[in-house]
């Protein structure tokens, strides 16, 4: 018997300083990354400079010394922490002779890599072939080839024509397919909608712990590791919150620095799932250094995908790995310290979600005439009717609904009890 030894390729990481972010901190991000695609980071290379080389990103000299490393370390692969156009790539790799790769293209890798279900694949395929797009005219004389053979001589359509029209009818083809399963998507949000079951969205910067709360919360069994992008499609659980009510739980793709536009475009219809919520849980790394640069990115996100009007909760995770945080984290609007794992902390969290929702509703008894026993049995449909029971005068019940809703009951019930939101009904 013989023991194959797996032997993970050798990347080194290069990547500008020009001021504009943490170097350090997306470096480490970077390594994070490639260590999730299954890459080992036998070097890291850093130039600072006012602007990227427009020829080489890193400029000559400094090339000359990532050809040295690369002999050196007897690397496979280079990895830039920044985008690269077709001609630098060419460029780089003309010097340095290892295949070259940027930040974007190693994210769609690790994409394709986890992609599951069709409508994941379908958007990693979309994403890349939208990246390769606009970068075929810099891939030199191997693309410049002319078609045809006998009987054809003459101009002909070049390689570079042919691969363009081919990825621009296939991007058409995803997108139709894409479109096909959104209005899924859209009809069973629908119908969610018309019956009136809330929606909570778990989002958050990529690793920080969403798919853990969901296993815990409803037992999903959704596929969670130590790993960035475990996730890459929208799972929803139903979860009953401590005033019975219940509520639909939905995971989704986690959010990154410096996301390609592509990706967000493709995800576009997955990232709907927080855009139509009821209430957002924002999941946030505690024992993580960079917290609250990623929490700042998650929420630029949002506002991005028009979210602005949706209640936001913070959740801050893992808080029992930083227990000397957790004073200064408890003073947070709006938050609340768990630990996904163990639990700790996530009833306080369904009861912060029952209160925002709650901001939304009407609640209180309200009597229903026997003739408007239809209004009654619509209101059943939207789940609202908590209990009821047969009077003299009509029916009684008690009710818990969306105030988006309240017409049904000014047209058709009168409030037996005194509330708040009675009050508004009344009137």
Excluded: W
Aim: proline fraction near 3%; charge should be negative; include cysteine.
């Amino acid at each position: 018997m013989f023991e194959t030894e797996i032997k993970l390729p050798r990347v080194i990481l290069c990547a500008v300083d020009t001021g504009e972010y943490n170097a350090e901190a997306s470096m480490n991000e970077l390594a994070e990354l490639a260590r999730t695609a299954g890459a080992e980071v036998a070097a890291r290379v850093v130039q600072k400079r006012p602007v990227i080389d427009n020829a080489t990103c890193i400029g000559s000299g400094r090339l000359a010394e990532l050809k040295e490393l690369c002999q050196n370390e007897n690397a496979d692969q280079v990895i830039f922490d920044c985008e690269l156009t077709a001609s630098q790539v060419r460029n780089i790799e003309d010097v340095i002779s290892v295949h070259t790769i940027d930040r974007t293209t190693l994210i769609l890798d690790i994409f394709a890599q986890r992609a599951v279900t069709r409508e994941g694949r379908l958007q990693v395929e979309l994403a890349q072939y939208k990246y390769r797009l606009p970068r075929l005219a810099g891939m030199g004389v191997s693309l410049s080839r002319l078609g045809g053979g006998i009987g054809t001589r003459g101009p002909g359509e070049t390689k570079l024509e042919t691969d363009k029209r081919h990825i621009r009818s296939r991007i058409q083809k995803l997108s139709e397919e894409l479109k096909e399963i959104e209005k899924r998507r859209g009809l069973a949000r629908s119908h969610r909608k018309k019956t009136g079951v809330p929606v909570c969205a778990v989002v958050g910067y990529t690793n920080a712990g969403k798919s853990t709360l969901l296993n815990t919360l409803t037992d999903a069994d959704v596929l969670a590791e130590d790993k960035l992008f475990a996730t890459l499609e929208t799972t929803s659980r139903a979860v009953t919150l401590p005033d019975d009510r219940e509520i639909i739980m939905a995971d989704t793709v986690g959010f990154i620095s410096r996301l390609p536009h592509n990706l967000v475009e493709a995800f576009k219809s997955t990232l709907e799932e927080a855009a139509n919520a009821d209430v957002i849980i924002h999941l946030c790394d505690a024992s993580d250094p960079e917290c609250h640069e990623k929490s700042n990115v998650t929420l630029k996100l949002l506002e991005e995908l028009g979210c602005s009007d949706i209640p936001v909760i913070t959740a801050f995770n893992k808080c029992d790995l930083v227990p000397e945080l957790c004073e200064a984290l408890s003073h947070e609007p709006q938050s609340v310290l768990i630990s996904a794992k163990s639990g700790a902390g996530t009833d306080k969290l369904l009861a912060a979600v029952a209160e925002a929702l709650g901001e939304n509703c009407v609640s209180g008894r309200f009597l229903f005439p026997f003739d408007k026993g239809g209004v009654l049995a619509r209101v059943r449909e939207l789940g609202g009717v908590k209990n009821e029971e047969y009077t003299a005068e009509g029916i009684a019940a008690d009710i818990r609904l969306d105030k988006k809703y309240i017409g049904l009951l000014e047209q058709a019930a009168k409030p037996l009890s005194a509330d708040k939101h009675d009050e508004k009904v009344s009137e």
